[in-house]
């Protein structure tokens, strides 16, 4: 009876051993799922740093010259766009003129948005489309519709001197 009297204790040490060690874990895991307050489509610095436009900041003119461009005006073709994968954003130019920047980071699973034709912000992963006006979903991906997935975050951008900067 000794010899079942060790293993039962030397099983239950086992037991509290493993249990033990997946809390552990499972505590582990959980604090690698925590949240990080920026979004997929929030431009560096966005996150209440002090980095954000202060009350006389109007937005345009002079960028200071801190700013890298994402991109030259003239590489934005007029009813079309870049996809600048690097930086996460897609600078479109709908009329002449008239830029804008959405998150280069599909809406129904994160991919990256893989062209711009006719108008039109394509994702090869899952079929999503997105509008180069306003970054609203055309057609949403298998199992939602365009009102139930989300449209192309905005990226605030403007023109300084031939160069696309984020504003």
Same mark, same amino acid.
């Given at each position: 009876m000794s010899?079942? &009297?060790?293993?039962?204790?030397?099983?239950?040490? &086992? &037991?509290?051993? $493993?249990?033990?060690a997946g809390a552990i874990g499972a505590t582990a895991v959980l604090? +690698?799922?925590?949240?990080n307050?920026?979004?997929? *489509?929030t431009p560096? *610095?966005? #996150? *209440?740093?002090?980095?954000?436009?202060?009350?006389? #900041?109007t937005g345009g003119g #002079?960028?200071?010259g801190d700013q890298e461009p994402l991109t030259s005006a003239d590489e934005v073709e007029v009813g079309g766009g870049v996809i600048l994968a690097s930086e996460s954003v897609v600078v479109t130019q709908p009329t002449a003129g008239t830029f804008k920047g959405f998150s280069a980071a599909c809406t129904?699973?994160?991919? /990256?948005v893989s062209s711009i034709r006719d108008g039109i912000i394509?994702?090869?992963c899952h079929g999503s489309q997105y509008s180069i006006e306003d970054g609203s979903v055309?057609? +949403?991906?298998? *199992? $939602? /519709?365009?009102? /139930?997935?989300?449209? $192309?975050?905005?990226?605030e951008i403007l023109e300084d001197g031939g160069s696309i900067v984020r504003a």
């Open positions: 010899d079942e &009297r060790g293993e039962l204790e030397s099983g239950a040490s &086992r &037991r509290a051993w $493993l249990a033990g604090a +690698a799922c925590g949240t307050n920026e979004s997929p *489509g560096p *610095g966005a #996150d *209440g740093n002090g980095s954000e436009p202060g009350p006389d #900041d #002079d960028t200071g129904h699973e994160g991919c /990256t394509h994702c090869a055309l057609q +949403a991906a298998p *199992g $939602l /519709t365009p009102q /139930t997935q989300n449209p $192309l975050p905005t990226v």
